[in-house]
């Protein structure tokens, strides 16, 4: 497990997952992983239920915020007290953000992407900072389109990104990073 203090009041817990084994559901072996991870972090096991929403909280531990994500072989978890709306995406770096890019960009958000020190890393980050937003606020509208990218700043140097994102005549600020295997971007709202 890799645990990050991302700022004052929010963690960040990564871990890489076993392959899956032959008969393996991909679910039972994500929710596994999701379950180690706060084991090892908060010391005892943790049960998640789901709000009406869908959003997930921990039912012993409802003082937290929760996010959940997974990639094909990572799972990421952003805690943080529950006066956030909490908002976590993890990417593997591949083709297939390639193959859907016209589903979730228009035009102008093409030439943020164009425009961007690594057109390939853009493109992930755009993906995974709408997917992060999405979930911090669990719009109505089923659809990454709603979410406009404004401004996306990588940094090379210390594989950081920030993005903005627009909503309803809202900008956000989202972070994230990179590793050679995937791209994670984040997002705490103040309730």
């Keep these: 497990m890799q645990k990050l203090?991302?700022?004052?009041?929010?963690?960040?817990?990564?871990?890489?997952?076993?392959?899956?084994?032959?008969?393996?559901k991909r679910l039972e072996k994500e929710r596994e992983a999701v379950r180690?991870?706060?084991?090892?972090?908060?010391?005892?096991?943790?049960q998640i239920a789901h709000y009406p929403n869908g959003k997930p909280y921990l039912s012993e531990h409802q003082e937290l915020g929760i996010s959940i994500s997974h990639s094909d072989n990572d799972v990421a978890v952003l805690l943080a007290p529950c006066?956030?709306?909490?908002?976590?995406?993890?990417?593997?770096?591949?083709?297939q953000v390639q193959r859907v890019r016209h589903k979730f960009?228009?035009?102008?958000?093409?030439?943020?992407?164009?425009?961007?020190?690594?057109?390939?890393?853009?493109?992930?980050?755009?993906?995974?900072a709408k997917e992060s937003l999405y979930k911090a606020l669990n719009p109505s509208e089923p659809y990454l389109q709603a979410?406009?990218?404004?401004n996306l700043n990588l940094n090379l140097s210390t594989q950081t990104a920030k993005i903005v994102i627009s909503y309803q005549r809202q900008n956000y600020l989202l972070?994230?990073?990179?590793?050679?295997?995937?791209?994670?971007?984040?997002i705490a709202l103040n309730l």
Aim: aromatic share 12%.
């Design 105 to 128: 960009l228009d035009a102008s958000e093409e030439q943020v992407i164009k425009e961007s020190k690594d057109e390939n890393l853009a493109l992930h980050f755009a993906w995974s």
């Design 83 to 95: 006066k956030y709306s909490l908002g976590l995406d993890i990417e593997d770096l591949g083709e």
């Design 147 to 150: 979410f406009k990218l404004q």
């Design 5 to 24: 203090d991302l700022a004052k009041d929010l963690t960040l817990l990564i871990s890489r997952f076993a392959p899956l084994k032959k008969g393996e």
């Design 36 to 46: 180690n991870l706060l084991s090892e972090y908060l010391g005892e096991s943790s």
């Design 175 to 186: 972070q994230g990073f990179y590793t050679s295997d995937f791209v994670l971007t984040y």
